[in-house]
């Protein structure tokens, strides 16, 4: 605190209105450079007398100045990996009072200028929580999101009744291998919900696919890091393809038990609404629905009528709205042979 109140300190905070607000100007990106050149020079001339919570104090301080949601939770999400630790709160007590290295700080400062030009902090870090799972971020790879833990959850507590609920005892049970369900998740992104269903059931199959090779990639990356520490079967089990589209390629693999996704579905005309963060670095097929945010959803319907068991389910997050619109479409389709089970709200209601 004392040394962010110092003078130098004061000179920047009154400096910032030069450099912002982030968002309003097309020219931010150059606005922001005599700014971040007076941060570089100062810090370094400081080096030595920084510490932690200094630090997460001033570049709050610079978020706030700048219009950057979440200030704090992006300063102390940076300065604590930088750091070694996930969150502020697991920092060692000791080190919060410690000075940081020029190292240290010049690091800090790297990742706090993508930050500022709206970088979703999971892209700033390279790395992302979901479930137990740690997994790689980059851009323009889908980040995943909290609700999309509530959808693996509802499958994950679906198939403990199911084998719960089978003849036979425990030994018999372990044994059968019809008890584990093959899933195909649309639209794998990161890889989020296959690898967090392979490490939730081990002994199932999950074919992941998606249609942006970026995706893809990352997925068999994180694949790669993740399942090692999960499972052993990781390979063998997870197929990658590439589009909905050709689901012929998919045949034999099926029939599955489950089909899994968490599609594009917003509206289109919502899209613009969208934050900053999302808008400039996601990849918005990844979330644009079409004009009733079921361009994906209707494809997926219609693959599961030729890829699902007869006692098979599918598992979609969707727009509030969407329930009752797909209720509707599949009673104008009863061709493809699915009936709408049940509608589940996430936490936050929605
Ligand atoms: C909302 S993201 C979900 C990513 C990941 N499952 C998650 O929850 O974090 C939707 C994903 O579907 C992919 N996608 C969109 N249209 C697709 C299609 N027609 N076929 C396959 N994948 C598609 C996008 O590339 C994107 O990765
Ligand atoms: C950086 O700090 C020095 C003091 O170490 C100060 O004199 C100088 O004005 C600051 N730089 C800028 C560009 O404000
Ligand atoms: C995906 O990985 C392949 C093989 O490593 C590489 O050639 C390709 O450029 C990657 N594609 C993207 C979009 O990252």
């Avoid at 450079?33 to 007398?49: G, I, V």
């Avoid at 696919?209 to 790669?224: M, W």
């Avoid at 589940?344 to 209601?349: A, I, N, Q, R, W």
């Amino acid at each position: 605190m004392r040394v962010l109140a110092s003078p130098l300190c004061r000179v920047l905070l009154r400096l910032l209105p030069h450099c912002g607000p982030v968002g309003v100007s097309p020219a931010k990106g150059s606005i922001l450079k005599p700014c971040k050149q007076m941060l570089r020079q100062n810090f370094s001339d400081k080096a030595e007398q920084v510490t932690t919570t200094e630090l997460v104090s001033y570049w709050r301080d610079v978020f706030e100045a700048n219009g950057i949601p979440e200030a704090q939770e992006s300063s102390e999400y940076i300065v604590s990996h930088v750091l070694g630790a996930k969150t502020f709160q697991t920092l060692k007590p000791s080190s919060l009072f410690t000075p940081l290295t020029k190292e240290q700080q010049q690091q800090i400062q790297q990742l706090c200028a993508k930050r500022l030009q709206r970088m979703p902090v999971q892209y700033v870090l390279g790395e992302w929580d979901f479930q137990d799972l740690t997994l790689k971020m980059k851009p323009p790879v889908f980040i995943p999101r909290p609700e999309t833990e509530d959808l693996v959850f509802l499958v994950v507590e679906e198939e403990s009744r199911r084998r719960l609920a089978s003849v036979g005892n425990t030994d018999q049970r372990l044994r059968d291998a019809s008890l584990y369900p093959v899933i195909l998740e649309v639209g794998c992104g990161s890889g989020a919900v296959a690898l967090s269903l392979l490490s939730k059931l081990p002994h199932s199959q999950v074919i992941a696919l998606d249609k942006a090779e970026a995706a893809v990639n990352l997925t068999r990356e994180n694949a790669e890091s993740e399942l090692r520490k999960h499972m052993v079967m990781a390979e063998s089990c997870l197929g990658s393809f590439s589009n909905v589209g050709s689901w012929e390629q998919l045949v034999p693999w099926g029939p599955v038990d489950i089909i899994i996704s968490n599609p594009p579905y917003v509206f289109h005309e919502d899209m613009t609404h969208l934050e900053a963060e999302i808008l400039r670095y996601e990849d918005l097929d990844a979330l644009d629905g079409g004009d009733d945010g079921m361009r994906v959803i209707k494809e997926i319907l219609m693959l599961a009528s030729y890829l699902l068991k007869d006692e098979g389910s599918v598992f979609l997050e969707v727009d509030p709205r969407h329930p009752e619109m797909v209720k509707n479409w599949l009673q104008s389709h009863p061709d493809l042979l699915l009936s709408f089970s049940a509608t589940h709200k996430d936490f936050c209601g929605k």
